[in-house]
């Protein structure tokens, strides 16, 4: 069997067929950083439409509202891994993988959904390739109940019969992600996906580190503004945590290592604030390494705004390498140490942010 957990981020997908649904898989598919096919050219405005949704969302890496293609002769849906038949016809002769409402059907909006209830005989290959790009397929035996809280329930709770408002769906599923129930599962899967695709390559040896390394880039996500419009002070930390989980996949602190009992805990941060963000503004993080030794790690996020370039805030962190399961600090592996090493090496001409030791007081009163 073709493993798409490896191939699907350089996958051509199809989507038959026209209308409101069509368009959902269609921005599902290039959200996940895949080239689509589709037979109907009234669903690139419509894809236009929901575009911004899927980047609130979160894109994997190479997503690109480009990568949707009209074709306008049925047989070039032949070179698709897969062909989402909404309604249209599947071209003769095709031997890949073709899903329909029948064998892989999704709950309105798919493009935020992630449920899709696989059957049929393809369904081990179906549920392999919606499983890689962050859906949760599920067959027959899923409890009604689990059903209705992945898709049902969420649209009646974020709009009911008058469809979902994007950033409140958006909201709910990534305010129930702690929990690791219903939709909040479905969110942290995704993300999982997401972040393991990173288009940035883990460190090997002989690379030469960025300096500074450029690792995250987002949209201000509706849950991280207060009742002001503007970005909370713990989203701040939020961005900067996103950042942090960025570098230690670069270094090769991933599943893998954490499954082996090992990873880095903050122990100190200092956020200084510089601008206020807005709802979907866009920002970007920059990552310098300040220090480092056996068992720790100093480092700055430096935040910017991703139109303007304007310093939006710091973060100088302290971070400890630790043995989950004895639950105390121990040296850094060695693989992971000499990443971090070749970073720091590279970082070390870099101007020191002035940011960077800033001690919280207030002036000395004159007496």
């Known amino acids: 069997m ?11 997908v199809a989507v038959t067929g026209s209308g409101a649904l069509a368009a959902q898989w269609a921005t599902r598919f290039l959200a996940s950083g895949l080239d689509v096919l589709v037979d109907d050219s009234t669903l690139a405005s419509a894809v236009d439409g929901l575009w911004p949704e899927a980047q609130r969302l979160g894109l994997f890496p190479g997503a690109a509202r480009s990568r949707l293609r009209v074709v306008s002769n049925h047989d070039e849906l032949t070179e698709a891994r897969l062909i989402q038949a909404v309604a249209g016809a599947v071209p003769a002769g095709y031997s890949g993988l073709v899903a329909t409402d029948a064998t892989a059907h999704g709950c309105s909006p798919v493009h935020l959904i992630a449920i899709v209830e696989v059957s049929g005989p393809q369904a081990a290959e179906l549920t392999e390739f ?30 009911g019969e008058r469809g979902p408002d994007a950033d409140a769906l958006i909201a709910v599923m990534r305010a129930l992600r702690p929990s690791g129930r219903g939709a909040g599962a479905a969110i942290a899967r995704h993300e999982a996906r997401r972040l393991a ?19 995250y880039a987002t949209q201000v996500e509706p849950d991280w503004v207060d009742y002001n419009g503007h970005m909370t002070e713990a989203a701040y930390l939020t961005a900067a945590g996103w950042a942090s989980d960025a570098l230690f996949r670069y270094i090769g602190d991933d599943e893998a290592y954490r499954a082996m009992g090992y990873s880095f805990y903050t122990v100190e941060t200092h956020i200084v604030y510089l601008l206020e ?18 068992k720790r790690l100093h480092l700055i996020h430096m935040m910017y705004h991703g139109d303007s370039g304007a310093l939006v805030c710091t973060a100088e962190q302290m971070l400890l ?7 105390r600090s121990t040296a850094i592996r060695p693989d992971v140490a000499a ?24 002036p000395f009163a004159t007496r």
């Open 321 to 327: 390498h630790v043995d989950m399961n004895a639950g």
């Open 277 to 294: 963000v807005d709802v979907h503004e866009p920002i970007s993080i920059t990552t310098q390494v300040l220090g480092l030794d056996s």
């Open 197 to 215: 695709a990173t288009a940035v390559q883990p460190w090997r040896p002989g690379d030469s580190p960025e300096t500074p390394l450029a690792l």
């Open 2 to 12: 073709r493993s798409y957990a490896t191939v699907a981020h350089a996958a051509v």
């Open 339 to 362: 990443a971090l090493a070749s970073i720091a090496d590279a970082h070390a001409p870099l101007v020191i942010p002035t940011q960077v030791g800033n001690v919280m007081r207030l």
């Open 130 to 159: 919606y499983d890689s790009i962050g859906m949760w397929p599920v067959g027959a035996e899923i409890p009604p109940d689990q059903r209705w809280q992945f898709g049902a329930g969420l649209v009646q709770l974020t709009g």
